[in-house]
């Protein structure tokens, strides 16, 4: 059974940045496009960004592409996803998803497999 984990989330300052990272194992990542989603408390869970597997393609949210940058290592088995000037509004819980067959900036898509998240705090 394949399984996601992220990693990498905390507690940053404002105007700071983290690098979220997500592993897989029990499958080949390289065969899958993958999507970073996040929820805020209350809130639904939003798209950020889907890259392909091949990683010619990278699809963003309109709101998240000038400060979240989304990248991967198939021989690492991980994707990454940069967050720059990080603001108390992006406090969520960070997850990524894996699909073999679409890559889609949209959490309510059939993805394959789902990480359990990682929590990103922004305060001073």
């Known amino acids: 059974q394949g399984q996601l984990v992220e990693s990498g989330g905390g507690l940053v300052q404002p105007g700071g940045s983290l690098r979220l990272s997500c592993e897989a194992s029990?499958?080949?990542?390289?065969?899958?496009?993958i999507g970073w989603f996040r929820q805020a408390p209350g809130k639904e869970r939003e798209g950020i960004a889907c890259?392909?597997?091949?990683?010619?393609?990278?699809y963003y949210q309109d709101a998240m592409k000038d400060r979240f940058t989304a990248s991967r290592d198939n021989a690492k088995n991980t994707v990454y996803l940069q967050m720059d000037n990080l603001k108390p509004e992006d406090t969520a819980v960070y997850y990524c998803a894996a699909d073999y067959r679409h890559c889609m900036v949209q959490p309510q898509a059939p993805w394959d497999h789902w990480g359990q998240g990682t929590q990103v705090t922004v305060s001073s």
């Open positions: 890259i392909s597997s091949d990683e010619q393609m990278t």
């Open positions: 029990g499958f080949a990542l390289a065969y899958y496009a």
